[in-house]
């Protein structure tokens, strides 16, 4: 075991949430919290970790954290989604460059309408309730634009 300077004993823990110390260390684990050793060689965990599994904190981050990651996955699949049915329109007009510009344009057109109609018929994924819009079509793709828009928005409504 590591001794951990700033520790509260798993025991002390456990009184105050009035859970056994196993109860605590188990949590701990599955919250990916390391657990040392305190000066007197009791098991211990650092004073932030042990005050976010008393108020509940840790639990409540990783949870966010799990839905979060599956907003992100189904904005992905939503995207990956809409870019296969654009693809495809574009592929089903047969654009050969070797056709000239009008075949390049049909083909152009069938893709834009395919994403269109995509949009449409499927449901951008929501984040708590709320329609993102273009920020899902763009997020899992392109995080730094939406930063920057967002820091540029902020900056002309301080002026």
């Not at 305190?38 to 965990?45: F, S, T, V």
């Not at 049909?106 to 309408?113: D, F, K, M, P, T």
């Amino acid at each position: 075991m590591q001794f951990i300077e700033s520790s509260i004993a798993l025991s002390e823990v456990a009184k105050l949430t009035k859970r056994s110390a196993a109860e605590i260390e188990a949590e701990a684990t599955e919250l990916d919290i390391f657990v040392g050793v305190d000066w007197a060689g009791r098991p211990a965990i650092a004073q932030r970790d042990a005050r976010a599994i008393a108020t509940g904190e840790a639990r409540r981050v990783r949870e966010s954290e799990a839905v979060w990651a599956a907003h992100l996955a189904a904005c992905a699949a939503w995207n990956a989604g809409r870019d296969a049915a654009v693809r495809a329109a574009h592929d089903a007009v047969g654009a050969d460059p070797r056709q000239g510009p009008e075949k390049h344009s049909q083909a152009r057109e069938a893709a834009v309408e395919a994403g269109r109609r995509y949009e449409q018929t499927t449901p951008v994924p929501l984040w708590q309730g709320t329609e993102s819009g273009n920020a899902v079509r763009n997020y899992s793709t392109k995080p730094e634009g939406l930063l920057k828009r967002a820091a540029g928005r902020v900056k002309a409504g301080a002026r």
